[in-house]
C-alpha cells in the first residue's frame, strides 16, 4: 500500500497565490508519476497537471501559464504551486500516484489517491 498526505489548501481572493503538497508514504514501492486532479462541485474530477519520474510535465488547459509542478523523487513528495488563481480554481484537489510495489522479487503496480483538501478562492 502507498499512502498519500496532501497538505495546503485553504481560502484565497482572486488573484493570490497557494502552494499544495502531497507525499508518498509506504514500504517497498518506486513511483513513476505524481499529479494533480481536481473536482469541482457537480462536475468530474479532472486533470491539473502530472509529472514523471524524469521530469516530463503535462497540464490540464485551464492552469496552463498559472500553476507550476514540481517534485522531489528522493522524498516523493509532489508539490503544486497555484499562482494568479481564480474563482473558477475553486474544488477539491486530489494527489495522484502511480507507480510500482516490491513483494519479494515481484512487482506490483499501484494506482493511489489522497484523501484531497479543499481549495476555494473568492472573488
Known amino acids: 500500500q502507498v499512502h498519500l498526505v496532501e497538505s495546503g489548501g485553504g481560502l484565497v481572493q482572486a488573484g493570490g497565490s497557494l502552494r499544495l503538497s502531497c507525499a508518498a508514504s509506504?514500504?517497498?514501492?518506486?513511483?513513476?508519476?505524481m499529479g494533480w486532479y481536481r473536482q469541482a462541485p457537480g462536475k468530474q474530477r479532472a486533470l491539473v497537471a502530472t509529472?514523471?519520474?524524469?521530469?516530463?510535465?503535462n497540464y490540464g488547459d485551464p492552469v496552463k501559464g498559472r500553476f507550476t509542478i514540481s517534485r522531489d523523487n528522493a522524498e516523493n513528495t509532489v508539490y503544486l504551486q497555484m499562482d494568479s488563481l481564480k474563482p473558477e480554481d475553486t474544488a477539491v484537489y486530489y494527489c495522484?500516484?502511480?507507480?510500482?510495489?516490491?513483494?519479494?522479487?515481484?512487482?506490483?503496480?499501484?494506482?493511489?489517491w489522497g484523501q484531497g483538501t479543499q481549495v476555494t478562492v473568492s472573488s
Open positions: 495522484n500516484a502511480e507507480g510500482i510495489y516490491f513483494i519479494g522479487t515481484y512487482t506490483r503496480p499501484f494506482v493511489s
Open positions: 509506504g514500504s517497498k514501492f518506486s513511483v513513476n508519476v
Open positions: 509529472t514523471t519520474s524524469g521530469g516530463t510535465t
